[in-house]
């Protein structure tokens, strides 16, 4: 059954339906909205929102994309929506209490994050890399997270964006160069073989 019948089906309160869509776009969600808020934890959540609003939404897709296009969309969505609440929360507690009143311990420290899939022996790299990808710019980061965590093809990221190739490939390229300044502060040594 193509994906567009299920959304029709879905639309009309078919559950079977949304299950179908579920099981096919259930991983990729998930490692996409993972490689936003970096926390697995909170990825399943925002995952289950990104399902909730495609059931919900379904009946307002036209076809204009494709579906993976607009599911994407959604959860690029979502995600970012996730972390600009989870910075507003953090400014706030910040501004309440710098330190842990019980502890003394600072309690904003960043989290470690691992994804799961990464090889065991490539953790701190991966950690690194994931911790350098969330200083870009929100355009970049997206880009980027599409294009080499999720390999989607250029015009693929064009799509799910809204933008055209030659702006994806521009976003990637100031990503790249963002990336490479970041990671030069955790390895000094590879900015002497330049």
């Known amino acids: 059954m193509k994906i567009s019948n299920l959304i029709s089906l879905i639309a009309k309160g078919n559950e079977k339906a949304f299950a179908t869509l579920y099981d096919t776009y259930k991983n990729r969600?998930?490692?996409t909205?993972?490689?936003?808020v970096q926390n697995r934890e909170e990825a399943e959540e925002v995952a289950q929102d990104v399902f909730i609003?495609?059931?919900?939404s379904c009946t307002n897709f036209k076809g204009e994309s494709s579906e993976s296009t607009w599911?994407?969309?959604?959860?690029?969505?979502?995600?970012?929506?996730?972390?600009?609440h989870k910075r507003r929360k953090k400014r706030f507690a910040f501004l309440q209490s710098l330190f842990n009143a019980d502890t003394g311990a600072l309690q904003h420290d960043v989290p470690h994050f691992e994804h799961p899939g990464i090889l065991l022996e490539n953790k701190d790299k991966a950690a690194i890399l994931f911790k350098a990808i969330d200083t870009l710019p929100e355009s970049q980061k997206t880009a980027y997270i599409l294009s080499?965590?999720?390999?989607?093809?250029g015009k693929e990221?064009?799509?799910v964006m809204n933008l055209s190739p030659k702006a994806v490939e521009s976003l990637l390229q100031r990503a790249k160069a963002g990336l490479r300044n970041e990671l030069e502060k955790y390895y000094?040594?590879?900015r002497k073989l330049k």
């Open 29 to 31: 969600v998930f490692n």
């Open 157 to 159: 990221v064009a799509e």
């Open 188 to 190: 000094p040594e590879r």
């Open 53 to 56: 609003e495609v059931f919900r």
């Open 148 to 153: 080499f965590v999720e390999d989607l093809s």
């Open 33 to 36: 909205v993972l490689g936003y």
């Open 71 to 84: 599911i994407y969309r959604i959860a690029i969505n979502k995600s970012l929506d996730h972390l600009r």
